[in-house]
């Protein structure tokens, strides 16, 4: 057998998966063929199975190294769960315990071991010169970020992995890590001395991750409303202080809320056991500092909450990547005021170094403008990354509210003209000021004299600056760096004063009541009660091994039982996340769960209706699960023959809130493109697309090609086409 057959004869043998996943396939090539190599890959990506599986196919063990001591021993719970030979060696344990596991070592009895940095080379290089008496297949480094200094989590006890190289330097490393930079992802390369690697790069989006910003007023109600909808849920809520995670968690408790406190002040043991508690079911809500979260290796986090923000993008995203690692929708709501920001630019002032002082100021200004604009959250995070997005998701604040968009390029020519007139020289509030004709003090005389001063009085203040902030999302303004982040004039800015370049800026926002309730879509729906009784089940049965509940069988398994209600074990095989050992040793449980429910509700098995992994759309751009149902009653008119005017009338939307609503399906393989544009339209506006690009906007392919197309059915083709492309390289 080839080898990659073998290693997915053991993905489904051991860990019970269809198929791989992202690239993971070319990245066990590559183990496998001995090679070095580097995953970026985000959390909830699936890297484990990266090295796990190329362990079941060498005749060694595989040494992990893994920060985090904590974490070892549900990683390796998990694995011996799985039926796979593993352990971990770390300072808790006793010596007799550790001896216990070097005699296994020994006898080659290991698949695979988990160590800390410092066990591995510390000491004296001892246990690493044991090591090289034993026969050693692959080395495999997580956190890899935690080698470089660039990275959030550096941790000097990573520096010594840059030795392994030197002691085994025919032995393959894989090195792994959900952090993107570049310059973090050059430090790691260097500074572990990989021999040639290969680099394998995956989009970070997330799919499954929903994204809302609301207004921080009044927000404890609302905070406590949404806790209370997802009382079966586990989440986490960060805030900025200490202090406040103790005051917020109490408050919690007392409204009869299941939540503790994380920070770094508390003692240790008290951390261990709220963590554990965590991991366990037993503490539903996390209130922390940011000090929590690094390894939360807990696949069914449903929710973070940021009720402060968060003090650069970096951080935001990593602190909402730790939901839904099982890939079940989850969302990221963040409430926000402007106050924050001028309390983190307090914090953001490092003592004489005005360097890193600016640095700090423009990433905080960063995340204002993604809170504060009216564009796409996810493509917003995705550009900051570094990755190209289509202008919809369907699965953001933004994407879920009704938008209306209009030519604004008059008001934007006021707003550059007034920067241009205060000589580049003011920030926002200053310059909508000035457009307003504010009478306040503030304003210098001569500027109440300039010709722009009042000429925007229509408008208010609040609109006006998110009309700003779009501008500059846009990349029609720039904002300079550092504790003054004024307004700069660039050329995109010229090219509007000049009249060559139109502004189309997004007039109103009314949020879709809907979009908040939405569930995920499920090809087959599931019995609700039937997945709270195996939640059950498989509570008791976590608490007989005593290992978190996540580690028996994930949230996403769970559902697929309750979906497609297998009826036996051949049936329970083609679940995902059944492997033969856990079907031996839990199948009969969840089949005698299953038959039972069925029997009293008179239900017979629905496995036929599930799809191999493969055949069912997996894609990073696609809106998983969902769309508000507002979006679904368009799609039903729109199936029932009604075009996309006559529904905007009916619906009292703009026909581009139509389209867009349309387009979201298209991207999501529901609604076949040709059946929304005549297909001699698609294959002209893909040539157009293919020539000039979509980096400007797709306004250029407008004006190229006229009347005839509509902006709605040039974004519609332009997405598609994007979102096919992407799909490609990254499957
Ligand atoms: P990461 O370390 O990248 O954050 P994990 O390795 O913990 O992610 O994997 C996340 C989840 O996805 C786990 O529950 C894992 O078992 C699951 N998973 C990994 N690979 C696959 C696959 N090919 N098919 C289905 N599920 C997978
Ligand atoms: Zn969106």
């Known amino acids: 057998m080839h080898s990659i057959d073998k290693a997915k004869t053991i993905l489904k043998q051991y860990f019970g998966y269809d198929s791989f996943r992202h690239n993971q396939e070319e990245i066990i090539q590559n183990v496998l063929a001995g090679n070095d190599g580097l995953v970026l890959m985000p959390t909830g990506g699936g890297k484990s199975v990266c090295y796990q599986v190329p362990a079941m196919l060498f005749d060694g063990v595989t040494i992990v190294v893994s920060p985090l001591i904590a974490l070892m021993k549900d990683q390796v719970d998990a694995l011996r769960l799985n039926g796979i030979e593993a352990a971990f060696l770390n300072s808790t344990q006793s010596n007799t315990e550790q001896n216990f596991i070097i005699s296994k070592l020994q006898s080659n009895q290991l698949k695979l071991l988990y160590v800390a940095p410092e066990r591995l080379l510390g000491e004296g290089s001892m246990f690493i010169n044991t090591l090289k008496r034993f026969s050693v297949s692959l080395f495999a480094i997580d956190e890899a970020h935690c080698i470089s200094q660039w990275g959030h989590d550096f941790r000097p006890e990573y ?43 995956n989009s970070f989006n997330r799919e499954n991750i929903f994204y809302f910003i609301k207004p921080k007023y009044n927000y404890h109600f609302e905070l406590t409303q949404y806790l209370r909808q997802h009382k079966e849920d586990s989440g986490i809520i960060y805030c900025l202080s200490r202090a406040s995670t103790e005051a917020l968690a109490a408050q919690l408790v007392e409204e009869g809320f299941s939540a503790a406190a994380y920070h770094a002040g508390l003692e240790r043991n008290i951390r261990e056991e709220t963590q554990n508690k965590f991991l366990r079911d037993e503490v539903k809500i996390i209130v922390a500092t940011i000090a929590f979260g690094m390894g939360i290796n807990k696949s069914n986090v449903r929710f973070v909450i940021h009720v402060d923000l968060p003090k650069n993008i970096e951080g935001y995203y990593q602190e909402t990547g730790r939901a839904g690692r099982d890939g079940l929708k989850s969302e990221a709501i963040l409430f926000y005021s402007a106050g924050d920001v001028m309390k983190l630019k307090h914090f953001a002032q490092v003592e004489n170094n005005p360097a890193q002082t600016e640095i700090l100021l423009k990433k905080l200004n960063q995340m204002a403008n993604f809170c504060e604009s009216s564009i796409c959250r996810r493509k917003y995070l995705l550009n900051y990354f570094g990755e190209q997005h289509p202008d919809y998701c369907g699965s953001c604040d933004t994407c879920l509210s009704n938008y209306e968009k209009f030519d604004a390029t008059e008001l934007a020519q006021k707003a550059l003209s007034a920067v241009a007139r205060l000589n580049e020289s003011f920030g926002i509030n200053y310059v909508v000021d000035i457009l307003r004709g504010s009478a306040s003090e503030k304003i210098k005389e001569i500027h109440k004299q300039i010709k722009t001063y009042g000429s925007g009085k229509d408008i208010g203040k609040e609109q006006w600056v998110r009309y700003i902030r779009d501008m500059v999302s846009l990349g029609y303004l720039s904002q300079a760096d550092g504790l003054y982040p004024v307004l700069k004039l660039n050329d995109k800015s010229w090219r509007v004063l000049k009249g060559e370049e139109k502004v189309m800026l997004v007039k109103s926002i009314t949020y879709k009541k809907e979009a908040e309730k939405t569930l995920a879509e499920e090809a087959v729906p599931h019995e609700e009660e039937l997945f709270q009784q195996l939640k059950q089940l498989r509570l008791q049965l976590a608490l007989e091994e005593s290992v978190p509940a996540y580690v028996i069988l994930s949230d996403a398994s769970l559902l697929e039982l309750a979906s497609y209600l297998p009826q036996n074990e051949n049936e329970l095989l083609q679940v995902s996340g059944f492997g033969s050992v856990k079907l031996a040793k839990y199948g009969k449980a969840f089949l005698k769960e299953i038959g039972d429910y069925c029997k009293s509700r008179q239900l017979s098995g629905r496995i036929h209706l599930r799809k191999p992994k493969r055949l069912r759309k997996e894609s990073p751009e696609k809106p998983a699960m969902v769309k508000g149902s507002t979006d679904r009653v368009t799609l039903e008119l729109f199936l029932s023959g009604k ?47 293919e020539e000039l690009g979509a980096e400007l906007g797709i306004k250029p392919i407008k004006e190229a090609l006229g009347d005839d197309y509509s902006y709605g059915e040039i974004r519609t083709v332009v997405n598609y086409y994007r979102f096919w492309a992407n799909n490609n390289s990254y499957n």
Do not use: M, W
């Open 159 to 201: 520096l010594q992995l840059g030795e392994l190289k030197k002691h085994f330097p025919n032995i393959p490393v894989i090195a792994l890590t959900a952090t993107a930079d570049k310059l973090t992802e050059k430090d790691i390369l260097e500074k572990l001395q990989l021999h040639q690697p290969k680099v394998f790069e």
């Open 643 to 689: 075009s996309v005017q006559e529904i905007a009338a009916e619906r009292k939307l703009t026909i581009g809130t139509v389209e867009n609503h349309l387009a979201g399906f298209v991207n999501s393989g529901e609604l076949k493109i040709e059946s929304l544009i005549p297909k001699s339209k698609i294959e002209i506006i893909k040539n157009k697309y």
